[in-house]
């Protein structure tokens, strides 16, 4: 190969190589979500139980509800109302998150499964199973903001205990129960 074939061809690799770990770093401080600079998924992953899955989550979903499962265990209600979606008040969010850390923190910190349901494009329902507490909760999870900068939020609008911390009736006793498949979805 000529010299100058050479030398552009080493030049397209080098920029591919830039745009690509220049496109990862960008891609792995915004993966997180909207927390600032500091927040670490790493970090949370090991310090944590993974959150076990069964069904069909979303990259997103999956990511948001094990940082639900994660900022309750730690007790962390700012973090956790972060998560919370456009349309939930700043108060609303706070009570709701204080109700899940004080309803659900203790069977956060141990295995807990994420039944994920259905479609994950844009909206899901996800229970989660609390193991050591025998606790189920359901959780709705959906794409929140700006066209173009959607991220995955949850639905934060459980400002009375007993509302926040309710079983659902239609759950399952047991992860995967309905294949992960919602009856009269219409």
């Known amino acids: 190969m000529p010299r100058l074939k050479q030398s552009h061809a080493a030049a397209g690799w080098m920029a591919a190589a830039v745009l690509l770990t220049s496109g990862c770093a960008v891609l792995d401080s ?22 076990h899955v069964v069904g069909y989550p979303s990259t997103g979903s999956l990511l948001v509800m094990q940082e639900l499962v994660w900022d309750i265990a730690g007790g962390k209600t700012a ?20 109700n899940w850390i004080k309803g659900f ?4 910190r141990g295995k807990v ?53 309710q079983a659902p009736s239609w759950a399952p006793k047991e992860p995967g129960g309905t294949g992960s498949a919602m009856k009269n979805n219409n």
Do not use: N
């Open 30 to 51: 915004s993966s997180a979500d909207a927390r600032g600079p500091g927040a670490s998924y790493e970090q949370a992953y090991a310090d944590h139980e993974p959150l």
């Open 79 to 98: 973090e956790l109302r972060k998560l919370a979606t456009s349309d939930s008040s700043d108060a609303v969010a706070q009570k709701t998150a204080e």
């Open 105 to 108: 923190g203790a069977g956060a």
């Open 113 to 165: 499964t994420g039944d994920f349901y259905d479609d994950g494009s844009e909206r899901q329902v996800v229970v989660l199973y609390f193991h050591g507490t025998h606790q189920v909760k359901e959780f709705t999870v959906r794409l929140d903001g700006d066209a173009g900068k959607e991220d995955w939020r949850v639905l934060m609008k459980s400002t009375d205990f007993k509302d926040a911390t």
